[in-house]
DNA sequence: TCACTCATAAGTATTTATACTTATCAAATA
DNA sequence: TATTTGATAAGTATAAATACTTATGAGTGA
């Protein structure tokens, strides 16, 4: 490599914070910006006549987002390390990224040294996730686990049919399938919202979802 | 500290997983365990007596599991450092973990070197995720991020009306709470159902949950 | 202005759900 | 053995939801 710097491209749509970024990594001995862009298609073009080792990459552009733009790069690039850079509560995006094999994910708040770390990592062949967007990830996990274990003592033909009420079946039609009477069906579903302490349909797969006994 | 090494305290049930790792741990001459516990009773008890930098701890332990000994022992000692070690698949828990001020969070597949990186991390004041866990973790946003944007053009009526229905509201309740009549919010019901494709109210939950209208 | 959507209201008929009840039988359990 | 629990079934009555329908006034946009 050039120099014996890692090249790395650096694609936002904002000049300012293009700028700013690239005088805090010129810094560092071991780096070096070696090309710019401003939006997706920009970066795809400059790609194929530019190598670099490392690419910081905005999720949030015009044009073509950075999203589709690590999607279309990584199939014709499979190798290429990509980092992107957020905002806070971008977080939806993650499991996109990393199914099309970003390997660093970086809030644009974090400090330079993150910034330079998230660098080496993924040059090493790790990954790197920034501190703040780890307990973003965690905390997300909130409601599943609070939730959790709170479960009911549901019998196994109740659970049964607590289910196939949540996939929208009538009572009529449970019946059916599980070959006994709609009535029994009936009596069931109201011993199961008086176990739960629902009223009606509704909080029943409020309730199901929240205790993980169905899928969503 | 003494001589120079980090002091770990290992908490884990079984005593083959703990004699492997203490093995393991004191190949490397910056860290040795100074104390083992097998269960939460036990390892707070002997951090009263045995100063440590570090804490190894199991999640699943008979007596009291690492959960509720984390959240006592960081009462006591806020400072304390902590880093929880789990199975793949317990990732529910890593919300009330984080709340408590665990530091680290380890997979037992990680291997050593991982453990060292994340005991070095965590005494360096930082945090520490295994790689596995981290894309367990973006990997479990799936189904939110895949199920967002599907929107369906509801009115915002019809938005308001959806999620009373969703928190159990009967159509009569709807009405009083909205200052309109119940054959109205009969007739609003309808149209949802027709522009979400749902069949009943059943349905209508799942929809909103899914399109995240409504918290669960 | 005309067309369109939205929120509102209402009628009728049918289907479901819910709230009460009682009852039988089998299996597990004390 | 006696008791309890779970699954089954059913009757009666009310409440709610659903599928159809028509209609009016407010607001939006071409």
Redesign the interface.
């Known amino acids: 490599m050039n120099d014996g710097k890692y090249q790395i491209m650096l694609v936002d749509d904002h000049t300012l914070f293009r700028n700013g970024l690239r005088m805090l990594l010129n810094n560092f001995n071991n780096f070096k910006i070696v090309a710019e862009a401003s939006n997706g298609k920009e970066f795809l073009e400059l790609l194929d006549t530019t190598p670099v080792d490392v690419v910081l990459l905005d999720i949030a552009m015009p044009e073509m987002d950075g999203i589709e733009a690590a999607q279309l790069a990584l199939k014709k690039y499979p190798n290429l390390k990509i980092i992107t850079l957020s905002m806070y509560g971008e977080?939806?995006?993650?499991?996109?990224m990393?199914s099309a094999g970003v390997k660093g994910f970086l809030l644009k708040n974090s400090d330079i040294t993150e910034v330079c770390n998230a660098i080496e990592s993924v040059i090493e062949g790790?990954?790197f996730?920034s501190?703040e967007l780890?307990?973003n990830?965690?905390?997300?996990?909130?409601?599943?686990?609070?939730s959790?274990k709170l479960d009911t003592e549901l019998s196994e033909r109740e659970l049964e049919i607590l289910i196939l009420?949540?996939?929208?079946y009538?009572n009529q039609e449970i019946g059916e399938q599980l070959f006994i009477s709609k009535r029994t069906v009936d009596k069931h579903r109201a011993n199961i919202l008086a176990k739960t302490n629902?009223?009606?349909?509704?909080?029943?797969?409020?309730f199901a979802?929240?205790n993980k006994l169905v899928e969503?």
């Open positions: 977080e939806d995006y993650y499991f996109k990393v790790g990954s996730f501190k780890l307990f990830l965690v905390s997300n996990l909130k409601s599943s686990s609070e959790h009420i949540c996939k929208g009538s629902c009223k009606n349909t509704a909080n029943l797969v409020v979802i929240k969503f």
